[in-house]
């Protein structure tokens, strides 16, 4: 009877994992992040500034980003579905997601430290004490940099951190090894939590153009410095993105005083393009322009969809994937007037 009904649960879940964690249902979770961030951007270039120059920037990357979609959902329908044995794995990875949510909130909350530096020291000490499961804290942290004023209670942080651990988990086969998945995934979690109270995200004006130069600057080697760190050292794409931030979480507000928050969101933001795996972005090259598009996506999303945990990465993933596809696109118009 016992193992009667042992094989009856097994049955069960299963049918559980066969219909719900599909790649392609996964891919469209994540999917629309990027999709939205850059049509914001869109907004800001066509409505708030009217520059023609920057419009027409935004429409490029977008078609690279589409591009990089739709060959990642080609990938995805190739990708194997879950089996049984990982249920109890899972459960332990959306527990650490939950986990590096609520202590990432804690920390910034509680002690004199900016969202940035809280996430970075958690994933440092994730990466360090479980490093199994440092992947999961990391992202976890991403949903713990929601502002207080948009989380009034650490139980939304938990119920974030659960959604988001499911996200995670579910999405697992897709988009290995992209830059920002994690922060993606956050963002995901975090935005449908804050859709359902009557909080406001924040929205900032455009930054002056003094200081978008020095959002380029600073994205395009934050993204190269995080990848070396990773790849070419060997570090690991957490501890490298973490160590980048805490340093520039802490030094560039000392060294900026008007604009350093704001320069290290746009390192920390860029450290998830350094996250990017060599098979997506082969070289620091590639890595650097990615780097570019992020800080362009940061600039003009800048009065959308503030003070949510994950934003920052979500940008990261949407400019990992539009060079990833712009330079899958090139090949393919190649190869077709050969």
């Known amino acids: 009877m016992a193992e009667s009904t042992r094989s009856l649960s097994r049955r069960w879940v299963y049918t559980f994992y066969s219909v719900f964690f599909n790649p392609r249902i996964g891919f469209l979770i994540l999917a629309g992040g990027p999709i939205v961030l850059f049509a914001l951007s869109l907004h800001g270039a066509t409505i708030v500034t009217q520059s023609v120059v920057t419009t027409g920037a935004l429409v490029i990357v977008s078609v690279g980003l589409l591009y ?83 989380f009034t209670t650490y139980t939304q942080a938990l119920l974030a951190g659960f959604l988001a651990g499911g996200v995670f988990v579910l999405c697992r086969p897709v988009f290995d090894g992209v830059g920002g998945k994690l922060g993606t995934t956050a963002f995901v979690a975090a935005t449908a939590v804050v859709a359902v109270t009557v909080a406001e995200f924040h929205s900032d004006p455009l930054p002056s153009l003094t200081t978008q130069f020095l959002i380029y600057l600073y994205a395009v080697s934050g993204a190269v410095v995080t990848f070396m760190l990773s790849v070419r050292f060997d570090r690991g794409p957490v501890v490298a993105s973490a160590t980048v931030g805490a340093i520039s979480g802490i030094l560039l507000p000392v060294i900026y005083p008007t604009d350093g928050s704001l320069l290290a969101a746009v390192v920390f933001c860029a450290s998830f393009v350094g996250m990017v795996s060599a098979d997506r972005l082969a070289d620091e090259f590639r890595v650097a322009v990615a780097g570019a598009v992020a800080g362009l996506i940061f600039i003009y999303t800048t009065p959308y969809v503030g003070g949510s945990g994950g934003k920052l990465g979500t940008i990261a993933f949407g400019a990992c994937l539009t060079v990833w596809g712009g330079e899958a696109l090139i090949q393919r118009l190649k190869t077709l007037h050969k």
């Not at 990938?75 to 939950?98: F, H």
């Open 68 to 150: 990089g979609l739709k060959k990642e959902w080609d990938t995805a329908a190739t990708v194997e579905t879950y089996d049984v044995p990982t249920v109890r794995t899972d459960a332990q990875y959306v527990t650490a997601v939950m986990g590096g949510a609520i202590v990432t909130l804690i920390v910034t909350i509680e002690l004199p430290v900016s969202s940035i530096v809280a996430a970075s020291l958690v994933a440092l000490f994730g990466a360090l004490i479980i490093p199994k499961f440092a992947l999961a804290i990391y992202c976890g942290a991403f949903v713990g940099m929601t502002s207080p004023l948009l």
